[in-house]
């Protein structure tokens, strides 16, 4: 079979008989869905068709993005709503807006050319980094619903944005830290060349007032490097000596702060060598490594972020009177009854109390198909009404929902280390406090011995054993990894990941979205009576097209509109087509129609659908889930690797031991809830297993939240996303391959880093405190030390090949 053709604007597969198409760049190009023909007409309509010239990525697909009704945009013109995020000045008003669907540097160009062509509109300037979009326009000329409905005729959704205090705190210190960072490294470089021109080695006929200068200078270069860039380590010094605890930022203070005061005793008094230089070694050697460390945690933060957006900005609420009134969530009450339309997003968790139809609760359950609701049943917030309208009263709110739950129970504290960083630590710990008493013996028998040279030897002791090394050992290998990992697309949320893959011996896997690709499509048309197949399908998609079922889409667009089209939930629909009353679903709902009896089907795999009229059934049409090309590379590395590998599905259909037997895994479970999935992964666990989850639904949260470590795919929910401990963002499961060996080279040179710093510092001290090494030699064996650790880390961004490469 032919691969299908690209959507020109968005790069999804265009499907069979699709009669979409525009006029782009002067050629007729083949579009995906109505979607994106309205998007590329409105942006060629516009003048603005060099986008497609100009962009480096295919752009977002506009039906996977945020859907708005023109009622619920005209609430953000309501001068209440806008108060907290819309700023007046004079007659022009002022706002950022957080933007969804942007691929690219182009999008930006069209965003901006595209707005600021509105009249009334000042200024748009888009933020590509953080896809934050500040307008400026006259709120007389044009509405911000507008505004935002201009967005989404182009292809991209809009939403107002407010500061979270904790992300802008985290990018606050970020900020400070790339500060301190460049000024520590940028005034190291000038003290190095000061100080090096007094050495004796470089002293060639350097005069006394120049020597006298070029100390100064050192001196006065320094001290913003202590005091600005080394602040930092000074208060943490405080504060872990005032809770009686030893940290490397107290030996890290001891060997700054004594080298500094030397610096200044030495400058003062035109005697013995200058070691400020060392000083800016320190820092920033010391602040690259927390800067790295500090990314990392608001990549994490930055996704956290993103769940806001998980509910509906507005609801339906009924009145005595049954009256619905479009109203912002936040104005919403307990014991309130909604009215949620087909196609509209659950606002709170409630029980229905009128009608009935199918919920996609595939934000929960990560399975694809509709289930059954009705009155009496309780409905989740996030969850998706497909087919008919319902009356939910209100029973739980905001972060009294189940959402809000999950998401609470997924909240992870961002100094999570791994069992390596966290032995570091210890050893680190122990080793300072043997050093501060090493320091302090040392000191008092030098003081015997020789006064002069106590102080320096002293200081030698400390900034040879500064433990730079063990500092920098775990965190700047696992930022390589992480970084070489994001460019497998493997995105790493938690440090205890690349040690924990070498530990694993038992592999559980979902199968809807993670072995397959988590969407339907017509495998097979058996017609049953004189009608061909291919007219079977448009009487079909003449009748799906008006659902909003995720089975619809697998039957394409339709040349005819059903009319009369009436949805059973759980069963199937029934509509007229030119005259024609058809139904199409499952076997025994369709045969009602004729009063037939139900055609046997012809083989056990897929999902099988059948269509019918009044005189009888006309054709099963077969379904089927498509297994991703790489699953099976995934199950044969385990298999070399002797893991245990289970199949855990909340699809209880056929198609489980289907997929189980294409792959080769023995032990398939299809039909189970989240609690049984969880019980499995505790058995596991009492018998002493390891367990990689691999997952994509929040039914699959309590396990990916209780495996040892857990991946969710790229296209999972996003609370899946966010309680795994690795995101596949590639959704290539030959990534994950390759992340097992990236996992063993990181574990390797990670203990390599912390024995060559145990080493050198544990031959370095008896050296120092025997006044065979001066501080000037000390501060270069440290940073030697610290360098070899930085390259030996650095060898991890050596992407590992892929099998068969």
């Not at 940028?186 to 100080?195: D, E, F, G, N, P």
């Not at 080394?230 to 809770?243: E, I, M, N, P």
């Not at 800016?280 to 996704?303: I, P, Q």
């Not at 056929?654 to 058995?683: C, E, F, H, N, Y």
């Amino acid at each position: 079979m032919a691969n299908p053709l690209p959507c020109y604007h968005c790069g999804l597969p265009v499907p069979a008989g699709s009669r979409f198409h525009a006029q782009i760049l002067g050629a007729t190009r083949e579009l995906c869905c109505p979607g994106c023909q309205a998007v590329a007409e409105a942006i060629v309509s516009g003048g603005l068709e060099h986008y497609y010239k100009h962009r480096s990525e295919t752009a977002s697909n506009p039906q996977n993005l945020p859907q708005a009704l023109p009622e619920e945009l005209a609430l953000y013109d309501r001068s209440d709503v806008q108060q907290p995020f819309v700023e007046q000045q004079g007659e022009l008003s002022q706002t950022c807006l957080l933007i969804e669907g942007i691929s690219c540097a182009a999008c930006a160009w069209l965003i901006e050319k595209h707005l600021r062509s509105l009249p009334g509109v000042e200024e748009a300037r888009l933020n590509l980094s953080n896809h934050r979009l500040n307008v400026s326009w006259a709120d007389s000329q044009i509405p911000l619903s507008s505004l935002l409905s201009e967005l989404r005729k182009i292809g991209y959704a809009g939403h107002p944005w407010q500061a979270d205090a904790a992300a802008e705190q985290l990018q606050r210190e970020n900020r400070r830290a790339m500060r301190q960072l460049g000024v520590a490294g940028m005034l190291w470089m000038q003290v190095m060349m000061a100080t090096m021109a007094t050495w004796p080695e470089f002293n060639i006929d350097l005069s006394p007032e120049l020597d006298k200068i070029l100390r100064w200078v050192s001196l006065f270069l320094t001290t913003p490097i202590v005091f600005y860039c080394c602040g930092q380590f000074f208060r943490g010094a405080l504060r872990d000596l005032r809770t009686r605890h030893l940290s490397m930022d107290v030996s890290v203070s001891l060997a700054i702060g004594g080298a500094y005061i030397a610096g200044i005793w030495s400058t003062v008094t035109g005697q013995g060598e200058l070691y400020l230089d060392a000083v800016g070694m320190f820092a920033l050697f010391l602040l690259a490594g927390r800067y790295l460390e500090r990314r990392a945690r608001e990549r994490t933060a930055a996704a956290t972020a993103q769940l806001v957006n998980l509910l509906p900005a507005s609801c339906l609420r009924l009145d005595a009177q049954g009256h619905s009134q479009r109203i912002l969530l936040s104005e919403l009450s307990i014991g309130d009854q909604v009215l949620v339309p087909p196609g509209s997003l659950m606002p709170a968790d409630g029980r229905i109390v009128q009608g009935h139809s199918s919920i996609d609760e595939s934000l929960l359950t990560g399975e694809y198909l509709p289930l059954p609701r009705q009155a009496g049943d309780s409905v989740t917030a996030g969850t998706l009404n497909v087919e008919g309208p319902l009356h939910v009263e209100v029973q739980a709110l905001g972060d009294a929902t189940r959402l809000s739950a999950i998401v609470r129970l997924l909240e992870r504290a961002q100094s999570d280390k791994p069992r390596l960083a966290v032995l570091a630590d210890t050893v680190a710990q122990w080793f300072l406090v043997l050093v501060l008493l090493a320091a302090a013996g040392v000191g008092l028998l030098w003081w015997q011995i020789d006064p002069a040279r106590a102080f320096w030897i002293v200081l030698a002791l400390l900034v040879a054993t500064c433990p730079c090394a063990l500092a920098l050992a775990t965190p700047t290998a696992l930022t390589t990894a992480t970084g070489s990992l994001h460019k497998l697309g493997l995105l790493l949320t938690r440090g205890h990941v690349l040690e924990g893959l070498n530990q694993i011996d038992t592999l559980v896997l979902d199968k809807t979205g993670t072995l397959t690709e988590g969407r339907l499509s017509l495998d097979a048309i058996h017609p049953l009576r004189e009608l061909s197949g291919d007219t079977c399908l448009a009487l079909a998609a003449a009748l799906e097209n008006r659902s909003e079922h995720p089975i619809a889409k697998a039957f394409g667009q339709a040349a005819e509109a059903a009319e009369a089209v009436i949805s059973h939930p759980g069963l199937g629909l029934e509509g007229q087509v030119g005259g024609r009353l058809l139904r199409i679903g499952q076997g025994d709902f369709v045969c009602q129609l004729s009063q037939q009896p139900t055609p046997a089907i012809q083989g056990h795999t897929g999902q099988w659908l059948l269509l019918g009229d009044e005189q009888g059934p006309l054709a099963w049409f077969v379904l089927n889930d498509r297994l991703r090309d790489d699953a099976l590379g995934l199950i044969n590395t385990a298999k070399a690797n002797h893991w245990q590998i289970l199949l855990l599905s909340g699809d209880s259909s056929p198609m489980v031991a289907q997929v189980a037997q294409q792959l080769g895994i023995d032990d398939a479970r299809g039909g189970l809830t989240p609690d049984a999935k969880l019980a499995v992964l505790s058995q596991l666990h009492q018998q002493g297993r390891r367990v990689l989850m691999l997952g994509d639904g929040v039914n699959d949260v309590p396990v990916l939240a209780a495996a040892d470590i857990s991946v969710a795919m790229g296209s999972a929910t996003d609370l899946a996303k966010t309680s795994a401990d690795a995101v596949l963002l590639s959704n290539r499961l030959s990534s994950l391959v390759q992340a097992l060996q990236m996992a063993r080279r990181t574990r390797r040179i990670i203990i390599e880093n912390l024995s060559w710093a145990c080493l050198y510092n544990g031959l370095v001290l008896p050296f120092a405190a025997l006044g065979w090494i001066t501080p000037i030699w000390a501060a270069l064996g440290m940073s030697v030390s610290s360098l070899l650790v930085v390259l030996n880390a650095l060898r991890l961004s050596w992407l590992p090949k892929a099998q068969g490469e």
